[in-house]
């Protein structure tokens, strides 16, 4: 069982930048991505980013390209989201996310691990 803790949520005006963190309960060297979802009042969660723990590539959502990089802590179960240029409609409670399976398509059913959340305002 791994537990996952996300930090760095807050409210930030259009423009603006925030740095979100998670960290998972214990190392290991199973765990094979790990990933942003978000989600708005009345809306999907969708997938923000992922990470490939190993190969170390990422994948996006088109929305966020170009503004959002996710990345990792060297040698730790610890993945960060950098948000730049934060739009209204980036708002949401963002969690973050892994799986010790092989695939990830960024679908929130491609994970089994859980974060409670981290909630992120943009205001204008």
């Known amino acids: 069982q791994v537990l996952l803790v996300e930090y760095g949520g807050g409210s930030v005006q259009a423009g603006g930048s925030l740095r979100l963190s998670c960290v998972a309960s214990?190392?290991?060297?199973?765990?094979?991505?790990m990933a942003w979802f978000r989600q708005a009042p009345g809306k999907e969660r969708e997938g923000v980013a992922h990470?490939?723990?190993?190969?170390?590539?990422?994948q996006y959502a088109d929305s966020v390209k170009g503004r959002f990089t996710i990345s990792r802590e060297n040698g730790q179960n610890t993945i960060y989201l950098q948000m730049n240029n934060l739009k209204l409609e980036d708002t949401a409670m963002y969690y973050c996310?892994?799986?010790?399976?092989?695939?990830?398509?960024?679908?929130?059913?491609?994970?089994?691990?859980w974060g409670q959340g981290t909630q992120v305002t943009v205001s204008s």
């Open positions: 996310a892994c799986t010790y399976n092989d695939y990830s398509a960024l679908r929130a059913t491609d994970f089994e691990y």
């Open positions: 214990q190392y290991s060297l199973s765990i094979k991505f």
């Open positions: 990470l490939d723990m190993y190969g170390f590539s990422t």
